[in-house]
């Protein structure tokens, strides 16, 4: 890896800039990882990464053209290269729709290290405590005639993004994940469970392994049962890969041009509009704790969602549903000028929460007379965006609970759902705790989701999936 610091090469980049703007992000990660299977270590490992990014924009009259370039590992020598190669890309560019002036007034990056500070980084180390755990954990399973499969992953990326504006800006993000997966001594029986953390110091390895058996004691008699619509369940992870996916599908801009389920029929938005039956509040903040993300927009591109131009601009605390009514799409300044709405970019943590729900799974499940409960959800897709109909399929659990008690495990299914007509049909809400998506986790691990029941889930049709 070459020994310039990424303060260095954002400074160097900037300098060799011909265009009238440019936008310079540096991205420098480090990951490690621990992997295992049938109880036993596998492998562990770590991994640097470095990043540059130019944004050459060019200007001429009410038209802004930009060149994006992005390489991995640049030598510090071909910096201005990779300048030239950006700029030569504006020129050759269309006029961008969502060009605005680039952000100037500073932002804070919370209260982490300065601009002048090195790249933070993580280490095999992080997961010292947590193997130990782990290694106590694989006891018990196999003990009980149970083996447990699975890995931890830790990541920090530190990202410097400086302009032509003056404007310097540092943060640095750390990820973790925990997926464990757990299967009976002939393998015939599977449960799943999974964490997100930022530290790995308050995971608790033992709670998860004693979940997961309890699980696969449950399975141990099955029922078999056929598609329809069923009361169900659905624990804090089955829940945030449908309000993610949900979240996702906000973007102002796709709802402006009557692509989407907030699309509203004749022209507009929905923004205003009664989604949900109960006062459930949908909000997403850089500072909420335990799921603190960059605080100012970080675009490496435009896309549907984002604005290259909107590099830097501050976020805050954003409610996407308020008391169960659509309060915000994401906006970018373009088409928030559009839409007349106010600018809402996106955050990268997202929170569903209810005035005076409580309650835990446990006692979700203990208050329903006959339904399913769908530990978790994968191979989601889109199957139609007007309606933001969504098909997956369940997998690692799905168990039939009669009289509030869990009395057998049933049949997959594919489903046929879409989350926003499912808020309508939200019966109860349980407490809000962080948890890990488990379709999702690749790529949106700061999420806190109650337990919710919902009536009328529709399980289209049985599937042979294990």
């Known amino acids: 890896m070459s020994t310039y610091t990424p303060q260095d090469a954002v400074?160097?980049?900037?300098?060799?800039?011909?265009?009238?703007?440019?936008?310079?992000?540096?991205?420098?990660?480090?990951?490690?990882?621990?992997?295992?299977?049938?109880?036993?270590?596998?492998t562990n490992g770590v991994s640097r990464t470095r990043q540059l990014t130019i944004i050459a924009i060019t200007r001429q009259d009410e038209a802004a053209r930009a060149g994006v370039l992005s390489r991995a590992g640049v030598p510090d020598d071909q910096i201005p290269e990779l300048v030239a190669e950006a700029v030569h890309a504006a020129a050759q560019a269309s006029p961008a729709d969502d060009a605005q002036p680039l952000v100037s007034q500073p932002a804070s990056s919370a209260d982490g290290p300065g601009w002048e500070q090195p790249p933070a980084q993580t280490e095999i180390a992080v997961f010292a405590d947590f193997a130990s755990d782990l290694g106590d954990a694989f006891a018990t399973a196999a003990a009980g005639g149970r083996?447990?499969?699975?890995?931890?992953?830790?990541s920090v990326t530190s990202t410097y993004i400086g302009t032509s504006t003056g404007l310097r800006l540092r943060h640095d993000q750390p990820a973790g994940r925990l997926e464990l997966n757990e299967k009976s001594a002939d393998m015939a029986r599977s449960a799943w469970s999974g964490v997100s953390t930022a530290t790995f110091a308050d995971v608790d390895v033992a709670?998860?392994?004693?979940?997961?058996?309890?699980?696969?004691?449950?399975?141990?008699?099955?029922?078999?049962?056929?598609?329809?619509?069923y009361e169900a369940v659905l624990p804090p992870t089955a829940l945030a890969d449908l309000m993610i996916?949900?979240?996702?599908?906000?973007?102002?801009?796709?709802?402006?041009?009557?692509?989407?389920?907030?699309?509203?029929?004749?022209?507009?938005?929905?923004?205003?509009?009664q989604l949900a039956s109960l006062p459930l509040s949908l909000w997403s903040d850089p500072a909420a704790p335990g799921l603190q993300c960059t605080p100012f927009v970080i675009a490496h591109a435009s896309s549907r969602q984002s604005s290259l131009f909107d590099n830097g601009l501050p976020k805050a605390r954003t409610n996407w549903l308020a008391d169960g009514k659509l309060a915000a799409l994401i906006q970018t300044r373009h088409t928030a000028q559009l839409s007349g709405q106010p600018v809402t970019p996106g955050i990268d943590n997202l929170v569903l929460d209810a005035a005076g729900a409580s309650g835990s799974l446990a006692d979700l499940v203990g208050r329903t007379s006959r339904g399913l409960l769908l530990t978790c959800l994968w191979y989601i897709?889109?199957?139609?965006?007007?309606?933001?109909?969504?098909?997956?399929?369940?997998?690692?659990?799905?168990?039939?609970?009669?009289n509030g008690e869990v009395t057998g495990a049933v049949n997959n299914f594919r489903f046929n759902e879409s989350p926003v007509?499912?808020?309508?049909?939200?019966?109860?809400?349980?407490?809000?705790?962080?948890?890990?998506?488990?379709?999702?986790?690749?790529?949106?691990?700061?999420?806190?989701?109650?337990?919710v029941r919902v009536e009328g889930f529709n399980m289209s049709s049985v599937s042979q999936a294990s």
């Open 11 to 42: 400074e160097r980049a900037l300098q060799a800039a011909q265009s009238e703007d440019c936008v310079v992000i540096a991205d420098e990660s480090s990951t490690a990882n621990l992997r295992w299977a049938g109880n036993t270590l596998t």
């Open 147 to 154: 083996k447990l499969y699975g890995f931890a992953e830790h």
């Open 207 to 229: 709670a998860l392994e004693a979940g997961l058996a309890q699980r696969i004691a449950w399975a141990a008699r099955k029922v078999e049962l056929p598609a329809g619509r």
């Open 245 to 273: 996916y949900m979240y996702w599908s906000a973007g102002a801009k796709d709802a402006l041009d009557g692509r989407t389920v907030f699309s509203k029929p004749g022209g507009g938005i929905r923004v205003g509009e």
């Open 381 to 402: 897709r889109e199957v139609d965006p007007q309606t933001l109909l969504l098909t997956g399929l369940t997998r690692d659990g799905v168990y039939l609970v009669e």
């Open 421 to 451: 007509g499912m808020l309508s049909r939200i019966t109860e809400v349980g407490d809000t705790v962080p948890t890990l998506p488990r379709e999702w986790a690749d790529y949106f691990t700061r999420a806190a989701m109650p337990a």
